[in-house]
């Protein structure tokens, strides 16, 4: 995100920060740590919007509710009858998958009890709703950005394939970790590899290791990478996509971009990915490679933890 966005992102947040006693209407409830023996409970409420939920689905599926993997603590909101009406992870992200008011005010109560959180992520109107019982009791805002969701399904147009696109290995990490680490810099603001240098390497090796990271090139060469963050058999979540410079708007990152979706394509109902709206060149991309937008999302990141 470029400097000159922020204070546009900055009014947003101002105008969604509701006065202390703004929702002194709705009614109260409270938030519940989940365990693992809520996983079906938990997966089948998510999956009602699939598209919308496949980060928190993505990490449950793969490491379970509970687990220090997630960076975080899995919570729950209900009804009178015990219905689920919300759901939410609230530690490195924050992120509320909320079906009432309610469950948004009681999942902003927990989130400012948090100090360590890092980025608050979602839907535009929803975040906005959070932000509201948020502002005022929880980190301030340290930088915003205003993201397309962007989504791509059957059919795929055939490109010319690639015949060095493959999942990484761990022999490619140390050549990966400075680009992804760049491309995390380049939206947050912070450098992960001076930030948490041995925690961002470990999880980096972890996502290789379940093949995760695909990647073209010649080893010491990296032409194009890309990542999947979470998977379920809805959606795939995409981040991290890269294009060495000198094969930049020759067709070359289209080509990768195509033939990974179609492979991916392949286990998953769809592929998505955020753009931030004021990366002109790279919509322009996404969009000849076929993906569509279909929603508008708000990233938040936060203040580093005040402990």
Known sequence: MSPSAQPHARERAAATAAPRGAHAKTATAAAGPLSDADAAEVLAFLDARPLHTVNMSGLIRDNGVVSPLNRGSFHACRDEAGRLEGVALVGH???????????????????????????????????????????????????????LLLEQRWPVEAREAVPGLRPATPDDVEELLPVHAGLVCEESGVNPLEADPEGFRDRYLRRVERGRVWVSGPRGRL?????????????????????????????????????????????????????????????????????????????????RSRQ
């Open 93 to 147: 992200a924050i992120l509320v998958e909320a079906r009432s008011e309610r469950a948004a005010a009681a999942f902003a109560r927990l989130a400012q009890r948090h100090d360590g959180g890092h980025i608050i992520l979602g839907e535009a109107r929803p975040v906005e709703l959070f932000w509201s019982h948020y502002a005022g009791g929880g980190q301030e805002p340290r930088r915003l950005c205003r993201e």
């Open 223 to 303: 032409l194009f990478k890309a990542e999947v963050y979470a998977e379920t058999p809805q959606v795939t979540y995409l981040e991290g996509v890269y294009v060495a410079p000198e094969r930049r708007g020759v067709g070359y990152g289209l080509r990768c971009l195509s033939q990974l979706t179609r492979n991916l394509l392949g286990r998953s109902g769809s592929v998505c990915l955020l753009v931030n709206e004021l990366n002109a060149p790279a919509r322009a991309f996404y969009h000849k490679a076929g993906y569509r937008q279909r929603a508008v999302y708000d990233t938040i990141f936060l203040e």
